[in-house]
């Protein structure tokens, strides 16, 4: 079976981020699960997203639980104004999520999509993601499977934020994105820039 993701999205008060970071790297050093740590530069600001391998149900379920009851979830409890957990699924032909360097610059695209939407989208994708990744790779495309649905959350890893520009008007007009007919299963579009903290699994 696919791995599964726990990602935590952290919404911290305007100008924290720094410490927050600095703190989420001592308490997160040593989680084998973490695979990335990286704050928001674009679009929904003050933001920390936390991606960890997903453990089987019921561990997810009491590991945040456990976060939750503590007094400082994550040891940055000061700096929270809003937190939010959710369990991702990944496409079955997306390969799994592993350290490296492929960034620094993350396109985080997050889309709702019609209630019917889930499978062609999926299958609309198994066929252009190899076309589209003769331009740039993608690193993840996985949907959720708690909060709100049907959420789809697709993660681009760029050099710069210039060559993410260059290469996304290269895709249109080589041609090879956006997928045909996919834009027609969309309810909502959301696109975040994110960069990884320095102990980021994932840079």
């Known amino acids: ?18 410490p927050a970071l600095a703190v989420l790297g001592k308490t997160l050093a040593g989680d084998k699960e973490l695979l990335a740590c990286w704050y928001s530069d674009v679009g929904a600001v003050n933001q920390i997203l936390l991606i960890r391998k997903s453990w089987e149900g019921a561990a997810t379920l009491e590991r945040r639980l456990t976060l939750l009851k503590s007094d400082s979830p994550f040891g940055i409890g000061e700096f929270i104004v809003g937190m939010a957990m959710d369990t991702y699924a990944p496409f079955d032909f997306i390969p799994p999520l592993r350290p490296g360097e492929f960034g620094p610059c993350y396109e985080v695209r997050t889309y709702m999509l019609k209630p019917d939407g889930l499978v062609p989208t999926i299958e609309l994708w198994r066929k252009a993601v190899p076309g589209r990744s003769t331009v740039s790779p993608l690193l993840a495309a996985m949907t959720s499977v708690t909060g709100a649905v049907t959420r789809f959350m697709h993660i681009w ?22 997928p045909p007919g996919g834009p027609s299963h969309l309810v909502s579009q959301q696109v975040d820039i994110y960069l990884p903290a320095p102990f980021s699994p994932m840079q």
């Open 1 to 18: 079976m696919a791995d599964h993701y726990d990602v935590t999205i952290i919404t911290v008060r305007p100008g924290t981020h720094p």
């Open 157 to 178: 890893p760029y050099k710069s934020f210039d060559e993410r520009a260059r290469l996304r008007d290269k895709a249109v007009t080589d041609g090879v994105w956006p």
